[in-house]
């Protein structure tokens, strides 16, 4: 690839395309930017129903004894993937008033992603557009995973030999299992994947993983992969808009 064509790709997440002219996304990646933007209040508000074991509406259950509160346990996914929701927008919610002049918005995920919408042209404009169109992607991404356990993750294509099947991990299971789509023999444990099992060739080791590989993997949630990352100080890399963890640095912090 020339130096012409590293300047001129679209900075989002995995996109092979151009980038459109003065913004560093392509037409389809600033679309897509702008649809997650509006879905974050709704997964935001549907990873909060994940606290409560009842389905049915707030003022169809019986009133709680004591303190108010949630009805039942925590979700760690759900608060994670809230979290970070509410974390990553105000940051850029504050980073698009300083430099537009306009009042902050309340930190409401509502209100953030509304303010961030109103101003989505500067956004598509700001040399940062890759790494806002990443950061929105991995969230509505987390958030799923959260509310859709059931689905996986794709990690792939198998690596045994003449295997064309993918591989799919990360449901909720114990221990997590990588199982491939077109063998059900070609499995493996959670982390294992990453190394021989059994005489089957897993797939080899990469130096660096991305979040989403870590959660697959060890089940971490997406959240909990950043905060894990800079308490102990994985090195990290950035290709293509995403960022990239040093898989020694994973393996030593997980296991």
């Not at 059994?198 to 989403?212: F, I, N, V, Y």
């Not at 993997?217 to 090195?235: D, F, I, K, Q, T």
Request: glycine share 10%.
């Amino acid at each position: 690839m020339t130096v012409t064509e590293l300047l001129t790709r679209c900075a989002g997440p995995e996109c092979p395309a151009g980038a459109a002219t003065g913004s560093p996304l392509c037409p389809t990646c600033a679309t897509r930017l702008g649809q997650a933007l509006r879905r974050l209040p709704v997964l935001y508000r549907q990873c909060g129903e994940r606290h409560l074991p009842s389905r049915a509406p707030a003022w169809q259950r019986p009133p709680r004894a004591g303190r108010p509160g949630p009805t039942g346990p925590l979700h760690a996914g759900a608060t994670d993937a809230r979290h970070a929701i509410e974390t990553v927008l105000a940051s850029w919610a504050g980073l698009t008033a300083q430099a537009t002049g306009a009042p902050p918005p309340r930190r409401v995920v509502a209100d953030l992603s509304r303010f961030l919408l109103d101003r989505l042209d500067f956004l598509l404009r700001h040399p940062a557009a890759g790494d806002l169109a990443a950061e929105v992607a991995a969230l509505v991404t987390e958030a799923e995973r959260v509310l859709h356990p059931e689905r996986g993750r794709h990690l792939g294509s198998c690596v045994v030999p003449g295997c064309e099947g993918r591989l799919t991990g990360g449901r909720q299971q114990d221990p997590l299992r990588v199982t491939c789509d077109a063998d059900a023999t070609h499995e493996w444990n959670g982390p294992e994947v990453l190394s021989l099992r059994s005489g089957k060739r897993a797939p080899q080791e990469p130096p660096w993983l991305s979040a989403a590989g870590i959660t697959a993997l060890w089940g971490v949630p997406r959240g909990s992969v950043y905060r894990l990352a800079s308490e102990n100080g994985w090195r990290r890399q950035r290709r293509a808009g995403r960022t990239y963890y040093a898989t020694e640095d994973v393996r030593r912090t997980l296991t």
